[in-house]
């Protein structure tokens, strides 16, 4: 069985940025972990590119080719890696073990998540060749100061949540810019009715009974907790790691290793 992430989330929310950070903390804690890129306008890494959709199919020369701007392009791409989910796909999933761990660095169109069913086509791939998959929706902390940013990054979330039907975990990123922590604090596990009366309070009162049916929906699918993550913290990055690995139940069958009684043998000596 293989392990993978979907990390996605809106244009400039750090999901390049995390992925690399997250390659680097497998690096230092010694875990193999794979970065897979997703995205046909990519064009600078700062970590090694296990699987690459350019190799397949790049933005730049279908909006060349066929004369399309940045949006459609990209949809046009990832509609063709849909076809060759067979092709492409299986041949790149075939030279990594079982029990690899994947992460897939995916496009920041939010629609591709909730209006088009590519990647919810793509994630059905992955589980028919033995992968258990979660979905991480990263949210800009700047969303977090305000409560009608709140609500809005919360509905697309969940967009997204009820397309792929995955396991979800949600990410407050770019926690290292927030200058007053408390402004955030309050929206990472609010109740529900200090949601609606602050929503009310900046909406007009016509909007009232929409508040009141917007908060019950995120509240009943339980969307309203994000998990923050500062990157400058090791402990931060940990803490989310080990959330999603309970999500994907990551080394839950682990075989015990006889080279680690040795390890401990040598240290011991």
């Known amino acids: 069985m293989g392990f993978a992430q979907l990390v996605i989330g809106p244009a400039g929310s750090g999901k390049s940025t995390y992925c690399s950070s997250?390659?680097?903390?497998?690096?230092?804690?010694?875990?193999?972990?794979?970065?897979?890129?997703l995205d046909p306008a990519a064009e600078n890494f700062d970590y090694p590119v296990a699987m690459d959709i350019r190799e397949l199919i790049s933005l730049d020369d279908v909006m060349e080719e066929l004369g399309l701007g940045p949006n459609g392009g990209l949809v046009y791409c990832m509609e063709h890696l849909e076809d060759n989910l067979?092709?492409?796909?299986?041949?790149?999933?075939?030279?990594?073990?079982?029990?690899?761990?994947?992460?897939f660095d995916?496009?920041?169109?939010?629609?591709?998540?909730?209006?088009?069913?590519?990647?919810?086509?793509?994630?059905e791939h992955l589980k028919r060749k033995n992968f258990n998959v979660c979905a991480v929706y990263l949210l800009d902390s700047q969303f977090m100061t305000d409560v009608t940013k709140f609500i809005s990054g919360c509905m697309a979330c969940l967009s997204a949540m009820v397309q792929l039907e995955l396991p979800h975990v949600n990410i407050l990123s770019k926690m290292d810019l927030v200058t007053n922590k408390k402004d955030v604090e309050e929206f990472l596990d609010p109740e529900p009715t200090f949601l609606l009366s602050e929503l009310n309070q900046r909406m007009a009162p016509q909007f009232a009974k929409l508040n009141k049916s917007l908060i019950e929906l995120v509240n009943n699918y339980s969307m309203v907790s994000f998990i923050p993550l500062d990157l400058r913290k090791e402990r931060s990055i940990q803490y989310v790691l080990a959330q999603i690995d309970n999500c994907i139940q990551y080394g839950e069958d682990a075989d015990v290793k006889i080279k680690d009684f040795d390890q401990d043998e040598d240290d011991d000596e």
């Not at 067979?86 to 992460?103: F, G, H, K, P, R």
């Not at 939010?110 to 590519?118: C, D, M, Q, R």
């Open 22 to 37: 997250l390659y680097e903390h497998a690096v230092a804690t010694r875990r193999t972990m794979h970065i897979v890129n």
């Open 86 to 103: 067979d092709d492409w796909l299986t041949d790149e999933l075939d030279n990594y073990l079982d029990d690899d761990y994947l992460v």
């Open 106 to 123: 995916c496009p920041g169109q939010i629609e591709l998540y909730s209006h088009v069913p590519v990647l919810r086509n793509f994630v």
